[in-house]
T-cell receptor, first 117, second 115 residues
Framework: KAGVTQTPRYLIKTRGQQVTLSCSPI?????VSWYQQTPGQGLQFLFE???????NKGNFPGRFSGRQFSNSRSEMNVSTLELGDSALYLC????????????????FGEGSRLTVL | AQSVTQPDIHITVSEGASLELRCNYS??????LFWYVQSPGQGLQLLLK??????LVQGIKGFEAEFKRSQSSFNLRKPSVHWSDAAEYFC?????????????FGSGTQLTVLP
């Protein structure tokens, strides 16, 4: 079974530009979450999507947005990039079932490393 | 608000030695607790999780963790470390209700294994 796939793996942008990152979850997983990882702030929750709806959102400015498509693939977008947006962006998918003890078990992709110059 | 503290930023052990990584959490209800491992350039891999029941949980790669409610701790242990265990380890806590996929992570513990 293929894991979580994130594209692109590496990208370089300049301040003020925007970027779109893509995530394909594990087949059958309908929940997709995004996390930002930086050396200073660690791993921080960005948002979670389930059935094309944003279910949770972390404490990030509105420049950070996302969406989920009917096939559960997800994209996140960061507009007006700032130097502080340089980070590893991790996508995770999760299988969701009623009373599923695996609830909360996230399967992570390898991430998209964004460098803002 | 929930929080996770991993007091040790960096730990060095010799191959074959035992390992314990500390994790303390703050959460107002019964937590879901997780340990993840991240190798350089990789995503996070789940080692083990605690939801309820037996407070000693077994995970992959020979790791185990013990949930101690009275100490608000969820320490990770391994009796004999292998060189391939060198990586960064993250403890995380999730909510009991609502979205269990919104995890709060600790700052991580970097493990170095000496030959």
């Amino acid at each position: 079974k293929a894991g979580v796939t994130q594209t692109p793996r590496y990208l370089i942008k300049t301040r003020g530009q925007q970027v779109t990152l893509s995530c394909s979850p594990i087949s059958g997983h309908r929940s997709v979450s995004w996390y930002q990882q930086t050396p200073g702030q660690g791993l921080q929750f960005l948002f979670e999507y389930f059935s094309e709806t944003q279910r949770n959102k972390g404490n990030f400015p509105g420049r950070f947005s996302g969406r989920q498509f009917s096939n559960s693939r997800s994209e996140m977008n960061v507009s007006t990039l700032e130097l502080g947006d340089s980070a590893l962006y991790l996508c995770a998918s999760s299988l969701e079932r009623f009373r599923d003890t695996r609830r909360g078990e996230l399967f992570f992709g390898e991430g998209s490393r964004l460098t803002v110059l | 608000a929930q929080s996770v503290t991993q007091p040790d930023i960096h730990i060095t052990v010799s191959e074959g030695a035992s390992l314990e990584l500390r994790c303390n959490y703050s959460y107002g209800a019964t937590p879901y607790l997780f340990w993840y491992v991240q190798s350089p350039g990789q995503g996070l891999q789940l080692l083990l999780k605690y939801f309820s029941g037996d407070t000693l949980v077994q995970g992959i790669k020979g790791f185990e963790a013990e949930f101690k409610r009275s100490q608000s701790s969820f320490n990770l242990r391994k009796p004999s470390v292998h060189w391939s265990d060198a990586a960064e380890y993250f403890c995380a806590v999730g909510p009991y209700s609502g979205s269990a996929r919104q995890l709060t992570f600790g700052s991580g513990t970097q493990l170095t294994v000496l030959p």
